[in-house]
């Protein structure tokens, strides 16, 4: 036999049944939103800047390899590259009133490098993005050849690098190679070809791919580099 509830008293009124789908309509229309915002930085993707961020990446670590075997090879670039560094973040001042690395500086450092980044494609004709990759990547092959050097573990560097790497790296490569995307199309665009995008459809592309792809990426790493990277660092120590 089915059981069977017992009517309410008189007098009580029973309360009212939660319609069926209520209260989930939010998310379908979040993710309705979500894909508005995606769809022309996928189409972008389909239409050439994967091959864009397939070059940056292959430039990127060909250029970190050069430039740990050329900072290896040679004492003086070496050395002179790693005292520019040295005054160069101590000038960025990335910590706090304690000495501590600030997420928020770090944060600020790195989205102000994107956001440089993808403001050089803007320019037609000059591929300027192309310069802060290979700078970014000289970096840190500089830096792998100090630690070389120095008889330092490789897995110090690594284990300084890869934490909040993962997060940071991905969104620098997609700023540069953003950046040369734009570039191209501005640069169809004033030899006269109507079907490279327009300065407002590369600024609005831009934006999107920065506000939903680049920032969270970035806010990660800036946690990371501030509260994990030291922690792992120091198992190598």
Do not use: K
Request: proline share 7%.
């Amino acid at each position: 036999p089915r059981l069977r509830l017992s009517p309410p008293p008189p007098g009580v009124r029973c309360p009212p049944r939660a319609r069926r789908g209520a209260g989930t309509g939010q998310a379908p229309g979040m993710r309705r939103f979500l894909l508005a915002q995606f769809s022309p930085v996928l189409q972008a993707w389909r239409n050439g800047y994967e091959g864009e961020v397939r070059r940056s990446v292959i430039a990127f670590f060909v250029l970190i390899l050069l430039a740990f075997g050329v900072c290896l090879a040679v004492p003086e670039v070496r050395l002179g590259l790693s005292a520019y560094l040295q005054g160069f973040y101590q000038d960025m001042d990335l910590t706090d009133e304690t000495g501590a690395l600030s997420p928020l500086a770090l944060f600020l450092n790195n989205l102000r490098a994107c956001v440089v980044t993808m403001l050089y494609g803007l320019i037609p004709y000059v591929r300027m993005p192309a310069l802060a990759l290979g700078m970014n990547a000289v970096v840190l092959g500089g830096m792998a050849a100090v630690y070389a050097a120095a008889d330092s573990t490789m897995l110090l560097f690594a284990a300084g690098l890869l934490p909040h790497g993962i997060f940071e790296l991905p969104a620098l490569i997609m700023s540069f190679s953003m950046g040369l995307y734009v570039c191209g199309h501005l640069t169809r665009r004033v030899r006269g070809d109507s079907t490279a995008l327009s300065l407002r459809r590369c600024a609005s592309l831009s934006m999107r791919l920065l506000v939903f792809l680049v920032l969270p990426l970035l806010i990660l790493a800036a946690v990371t580099e501030a509260y994990v990277t030291p922690l792992v660092m120091g198992l190598f120590l």
